[in-house]
């Protein structure tokens, strides 16, 4: 079995970069403790880009010093000693010391570099061989035709074939869309039997660059505008030379405008332009020259408040400026979420990663990190495609969560609010809204046969029809509908709502499961190496032993769905038949109830946390039970215990908590807290779409 795998490009422009993303994604979603090592890089002071991209992303815990073999200056050092030999030994030496710290290294080889570019893929396929790395050769199909690609995917065959090296596989990046077809049937005349091949075609808005690269790139001042501002795609750029009367007729979606400092017409008109709504909103603004913006325009930006612009400020000329810009290469950086997301959800298109992970001999993993539950989640949601509704569409975190969602090719969305205000919005935040559906409560076809069905189902509480109506313009009831006609599979919301707001309208008429008598919740807790699941920690204040088992019980079935097997733990003060008190016995007689109703289930109970979880602590303890030391499920007796022992574990042992899930409803409803990230949206949406499956 390969414990390693080599991935280098025969020529440039060949977008590497992105293939080595989406491997490594998908190796350290089955693998732990994945490294990664470049052969050649430029510096050992500055952090090469890649292992920058690959360690920030994936938290790989080495030192930038342990993921590389040798600087272009120790290079050109020993070929000046002609000690071509040492090059080799010197890269072998490095890696060999991060392969013992690894179960698996992927390997990027070097980039066409002047000193280089000469011998350039013969030399990585050399080190492949010295490094006994398996080898996937990456051809660019940019502006090629099909007999161009063909004859370059031949001579990489002869040069691998040549080197006498371990071939993996051959990849074909950027192709035109048109020609894959054509492609695929070319590169499966190359390749030998048990290898693979894919063909991945070019996709425009990985080559565009954002303001942060070009910050960094020309060491620019950001003057004006947010973080997030930053990473604003950046489609072209156009020199702010004519008056702005006419230059705004040239200035597009995602134009990068560059214009001397002193040009306040120019700054204040694009900003006008901005907050209008009226026309294309720009990427932003370069200023060039050797002189400082005036205070009246710094004044003017910040009257204008949180204005989605990004302002940068160089001291070169306008020329020289617009000649720089026009040299600078996209990368991939770690804090562009959503361009890394675009990114996967491409490569994931376009590879089959199961023929993937057969090829480098991936075997499923025992244990389960947070990047490897993730990704079994994504993969789940997308084998069965299901349509959630988001009812806060207007808020700024739910629309970076569906943007990302929509990238990743997960689920279908639907947002709900005014189409208007949102399409605004997410036009501020560069959000493409072209595959996700919008709602308007008071603005739809569906706003009378929702009310007629609310009003069946609640007459009987005296509602009327006007009043059915006028509830159905609420987004949490309207949303719930959607999911309860079947219009939706499930819903997410809660980010701006309180608790009460979103989950109530499920309780009238999405209503509890045959057999369950409580709504509950769980939280899946994402360990350095296991996932667990705590419940309730946030629904039920003060359950009795009934509702203790219901919960329970619905846990397990919770922990089933997402793949963990369930060992549960009824959470107390006391361990075993020692304790007294009524906390105690509730838990006890909770236990009881549920071995009484599920006899197959592994259930501990009363049992404390430690010994739940801590083999040692249970041997001394419980040494007879099968869940002590060992436990996948933890219930707690009380909302006030769950809800502070799932926030500081999450606080204390860096764990990723995601939800809560809430269980025990016919459909999947689900809660965010108010304080939640655009990663805990996505996250949600994802579970809840797998639980919409699971019905």
Known sequence: MSKNLYIAASEKEAGKSMVIL??????????KNVGFFRPIVGSASTTDNHIALVSKRYNLGCNYDEMYGITVAEMAQLIKDDDIVGIQQRILEKYKVLERKCNFVLVEGSDFRDHLSAYEFNFNLRVANNLGCPI?????????????????????REVMDNEKCSTAGMVVNRAKPSDIKKIQKIISEHKNEDEIDFVIPEINTL??????????ALNAKHVYGSAESLDYDVTDFKVGAMNLENFLDYAQQGTLVITPSDRMDILMGIAMTIVSGEFPKIAGILLTGNYKPSKQIHKLLDSLKKLPLAVLKVETDTYTTAMNV???????????????ATALGHFEANVNLTELGNKISISKSEIMTPLMFEYELFERAKANRKHIVLPEGQDDRVLKAADILNRRNVVDLTLLGNEEEIRK????????????????????????????EYYRIRKHKG???DAAKDIMHDVSYLGTMMVHKGHADGMVSGAVHTTQHTIRPAFEFIKTKPGVSIVSSSMLMCLEDKVLVYGDCAVNPNPNAEQLADIAISSAETAKMFGIEPRMAMLSYSTGSSGKGADVEKVRDATAIVKKRCPDLKTEGPIQYDAAIDASVAKTKLPDSDVAGKATIFIFPDLNTGNNTYKAVQRSANAIAIGPVLQGLNKPVNDLSRGCLV???????VITAIQAQEE
Do not use: C, W
Not at 136 to 156: A, C, H, R, Y
Not at 207 to 216: P, S
Not at 447 to 452: H, P, T
């Open 463 to 465: 509602i009327t029809k």
């Open 207 to 216: 080559q565009y660059l954002t303001m942060r690269q070009i910050k960094q």
């Open 22 to 31: 989406g491997v490594m994604d998908f190796l350290s979603r089955h693998i």
């Open 326 to 340: 026009s040299k600078i290469r996209p990368l991939l950086k770690a804090e562009n979420e959503r361009r890394i």
């Open 425 to 452: 919005k997410a036009s501020s935040l560069r959000i493409n809204l072209e595959k996700i559906n919008i709602i308007d409560p008071y603005d739809n076809d569906l706003i009378n046969e929702y009310a007629a």
């Open 136 to 156: 996937i050769g990456v051809v660019s199909g940019l502006n090629k035709s099909t007999d161009e690609v063909s004859n370059s995917l031949q001579i990489m």
């Open 679 to 685: 990663a805990d949206i996505v996250n949600t949406v």
